[in-house]
């Protein structure tokens, strides 16, 4: 009898591990699919998904919605100089503090090579600069230490709000236009920030 009653609780305790390891497979296969291995951040293709979604409910709640462009400075110049693996390091750890600065609701995308978008539900344009300026000092200040040697980056930051934006391609075009401006005017700045707001018009149009 009691042969029988532990055979029956051994079929159910095996069947439940098979479930709860198929379950586990499927979580992990889908965790691969949105998450990039190197630094844990979000893929281009969850984002695609994202904040498609992110913009329809922000447009139909009529809440806010910023992003903000992010370019790690002389990046090649880091590989060329100190190799790939430290190209890595940076990578992983830039993307951490990032983290460090950003709310739960908000979420972190590394967009190719050594860019990064960071989208920002219910934020306007003037709270998103100033994140970003929080952040390029918060990247400016910190010191990676690669083996025994500790190196410096900065970044270059571009922020858009949704407004009257209509989808995700275009609210990104205009966060990476302003990311290139500050790539092209000297790096390690944010924009739009106070001087381009009001020396450049273009710059504050979300139109």
């Known amino acids: 009898m009691f042969n029988q009653h532990d055979a ?12 709860l390891e198929k379950n586990m497979s499927i979580q992990k296969l889908e965790n691969a699919a949105v998450l990039d291995p190197l630094t844990n951040c979000y893929n281009r ?17 009529k809440n806010e919605l910023s992003v903000i ?6 990046f090649k110049q880091i590989n060329d100089t100190h190799g ?6 940076v990578l992983k ?10 709310r739960k609701s908000d979420y972190l995308v590394r967009f190719g090579g050594e860019e990064f978008v960071l989208v920002l539900p219910d934020t306007g344009l003037p709270n998103a600069v100033q994140l970003a300026e929080k952040l390029r000092k918060k990247i400016e200040t910190h010191q990676i230490n690669i083996g025994d040697k500790g190196i410096r980056i900065t970044a270059s930051f571009g922020v858009a709000s949704l ?14 236009e302003r990311m290139y401006i500050a790539k092209t ?3 390690n700045v944010v924009v739009p920030n106070l001087l381009p707001c009001f020396a450049d018009a ?5 139109e």
């Not at 029956?8 to 479930?19: C, E, K, P, Y």
């Not at 998904?49 to 913009?55: K, L, R, S, V």
């Not at 790939?84 to 390091?89: Q, R, S």
């Open 8 to 19: 029956i609780i051994n079929t159910i305790i095996s069947s439940i591990s098979i479930a």
């Open 69 to 74: 462009m992010i370019d790690l400075d002389n």
């Open 93 to 102: 750890e830039s993307s951490s503090l990032i983290h460090t600065l950003v």
């Open 84 to 89: 790939h693996l430290a190209g890595d390091a």
């Open 45 to 61: 293709r969850a984002l695609s998904t994202f904040i498609e979604n992110d913009i329809a409910y922000a447009q139909r709640c």
């Open 202 to 206: 273009k710059l504050t149009s979300n």
């Open 163 to 176: 407004e009257n934006k209509k989808d995700g391609s275009s609210l990104l075009r205009e966060a990476d």
């Open 185 to 187: 005017t000297g790096k």
